[in-house]
């Protein structure tokens, strides 16, 4: 039987719950949406019914009649997979400006800019949206503090206080298994054939809805294509030849799996002050067990040693970093910066006016060279604030007063 994961998410998305009318939880397959609503009906909502919109008739239903839908599925409601059916959200915004309670209306939704356009028109003001991401390692770990990533010597040191030490072994281990609540749970034992069926089942299904006429086998094609460059500059071109098809049709589908909440982008830092910065994004995959199995590494050893370890422990670090944030209900707006003189910056985090820098190293001996390039922020707009070394040292120490050296974990 498989263990419930408690989700750092439930909090904000509580508190939203007693102010907000209508709240919607979007995020990929499989990362525990309507588990972790279902488990909040339980334990903190008592009374609240459910629907899913996978239901053939209650898909009929919110289609053709919005309001005999409401008539039939009373509030306060759990409405599963709600993006197949967007007409309930005008009906859903009459029955708010009626007078709804807060937390009438919960929400899933997997495909989220399909949702956004109809949420945005009919709900503004009224809806308070969240994303769940694939488990982050505070969640999968008691050892850690709950929070998010922050340059603070104290505040470090208090969030991994209760941490053990990992080995570069261990940490590749949670790289290779990655972070889906199925795996993690013990739901499912067997890695390979999950995430085989994750990508065959959930991931068609969603682009079957979204496009039609896709060749699945080129797609499996691209998405392993893509998968190979994880942490590295976007490049329609070189992505496109290896898949066999266009640079738009490359840029189109890498558009679908940024809807599905597969990848992310890390955009360059940019403003004139800083003269021949590079304007390419970096992608980057939510779940670095799925892009380990996409590009056919079998165990955890055999990627801690191979050519690509270095771009996915820099993926691991950073999606850490986003899930934090995104699983605590905060927005973050992450960057990296690249000059044209090779200068690089893996990460940056804007916060209160300061601009964090944090470089990703696979290395256990950590020297002040190794972020000698957080020189080039000297003449960015805003104020360079404490800078972080992440690597695979096993305790946190720092080079000086503002610069860190933070184990992976």
Not at 142 to 156: I, K, S
Not at 245 to 250: L, V
Not at 373 to 383: G, I, T, V, Y
Request: a neutral charge; one cysteine or more.
């Amino acid at each position: 039987m498989s263990e419930y994961i408690r989700r750092n998410l439930e909090i904000p998305f509580l508190r939203a719950a007693a102010e907000y009318p209508a709240l919607l939880l979007t995020g990929p397959r499989q990362t525990g949406k309507t588990t972790m609503l279902k488990r909040l009906m339980e334990t903190e909502d008592k009374g609240r019914s459910y629907v899913t919109l996978d239901d053939y008739e209650a898909l009929t239903l919110a289609r053709g009649d919005p309001a005999l839908f409401f008539q039939t599925y009373k509030p306060p409601l759990l409405i599963d997979e709600v993006q197949y059916a967007p007409s309930l959200f005008t009906g859903m915004k009459r029955l708010i400006d009626k007078g709804a309670k807060p937390g009438d209306f919960w929400m899933t939704g997997s495909q989220l800019f399909k949702m956004m356009e109809g949420v945005q028109e009919s709900l503004a003001g009224r809806v308070a949206m969240f994303h769940l991401s694939p488990l982050s390692q505070q969640e999968i770990d008691p050892c850690f503090e709950p929070g998010v990533f922050f340059a603070d010597y104290q505040y470090l040191l208090a969030r991994q206080k209760n941490a053990k030490p990992l080995s570069a072994s261990a940490v590749y281990e949670r790289i290779f298994q990655g972070s889906m609540p199925a795996l993690i749970s013990g739901k499912f034992s067997d890695r390979q054939r999950y995430y085989s069926g994750y990508t065959q089942t959930y991931l068609e299904r969603d682009i079957r809805d979204l496009v039609s006429g896709i060749d699945f086998l080129k797609f499996s094609d691209f998405i392993r294509s893509v998968a190979a460059r994880t942490a590295q500059l976007v490049n329609y071109r070189h992505i496109a030849e290896d898949a066999g098809m266009n640079q738009e049709t490359a840029k189109n589908w890498l558009r679908l799996l940024e809807t599905l909440g597969v990848i992310f982008y890390v955009r360059p830092y940019h403003h004139n002050t800083l003269k021949r910065m590079i304007k390419t994004p970096k992608l980057y995959f939510y779940d670095t067990g799925l892009a380990a199995f996409l590009t056919r590494w079998n165990s955890s050893e055999t990627l801690m040693n191979g050519a690509m370890n270095g771009a996915f422990l820099e993926n691991y670090v950073i999606a850490e970093i986003l899930k934090g944030y995104e699983n605590a209900g905060q927005e973050i707006t992450l960057y990296f910066y690249r000059d044209k003189d090779s200068k690089e910056i893996d990460l940056l985090l804007e916060n209160d006016g300061l601009l964090m820098p944090v470089e990703i190293k696979k290395t256990a001996s950590p020297t002040p060279g190794m972020i000698s390039s957080f020189n080039a922020l000297e003449k960015a707009p805003l104020r360079r604030g404490a800078g972080a070394l992440v690597c695979l040292t096993e305790h946190l120490s720092a080079f000086d007063h503002s610069n860190f050296v933070v184990p992976v974990g």
